[in-house]
């Protein structure tokens, strides 16, 4: 069985489309989304950030940003950014209005509070699958550097997730524990590794309905 992946952030647009793009191209199933109520990418100061509607096209962010300040743009990386978005698929999406997307087996979240809003959005959600999904949280800074850091760890995590889904003999309830083992403790050695930092993660094991 070939396991259903989504990644997601607060706007759809570094943490989880990195992280889509690259489980993409490992030719994983995997979609993106976001957990905010608007999108927001930086502006010309912190104070003045530019914001769109989920659903609006990254062509049509980039268009915008380049009429505003191409070179402001490009030197801060959310053109290349939203181009390569724009390569992977259309548009941001809302995770709490992705109820026609259907199930997921494994929810990757790259902050807490995004990951908290996942669980809270399945648990109101009118139960009628009775899945088990797998939500992951790996916090991760919302900049280019560490959001390729952060796409490695999760597509790591997907491998080491799908093998243990091809145990036959896995008792289910023992696979938080098994994950935990194989992934969670040598992705916090690869993480300190790779950026001198420790990574923290949350794991969840809710029912989900579509």
Known sequence: MKLRHAMVCA??????????????????????????NQVK????????????QFGTPYTAIIEDLKNKDPD??????????LKRNA????????WQDNAGDGAFDVV?????RVFDLVNEDLQNREQTL?????????????????????????LDLCKKV?????????????????????VFVPLTLLRKKMTNERGFFFLSSPLQAR
Do not use: W
Not at 108 to 112: D, G, K, S, Y
């Open 11 to 36: 706007s759809n647009q570094n943490r989880s489309m990195e992280a889509h793009a690259l489980l993409q191209r490992e030719g994983l199933d995997v979609s993106s989304y976001g957990t905010g």
């Open 41 to 52: 990418l930086p502006g010309p100061t912190i104070r003045d950030p530019n914001i769109y």
């Open 72 to 81: 402001l743009y490009k030197r801060n990386g959310l053109l290349p950014m």
């Open 87 to 94: 390569s992977v698929k259309d548009a941001p999406q809302r």
């Open 108 to 112: 990757l979240t790259f902050e807490e």
């Open 130 to 154: 009775f899945k088990t999904v797998l939500v992951v949280n790996l916090d991760v800074k919302d900049n280019h550097e560490e959001a390729a850091v952060g796409a490695k760890l999760a």
């Open 162 to 182: 799908k093998f243990l889904s091809l145990d036959p003999n896995l008792d289910p309830s023992r696979c938080l524990l098994e994950i935990f083992r194989m």
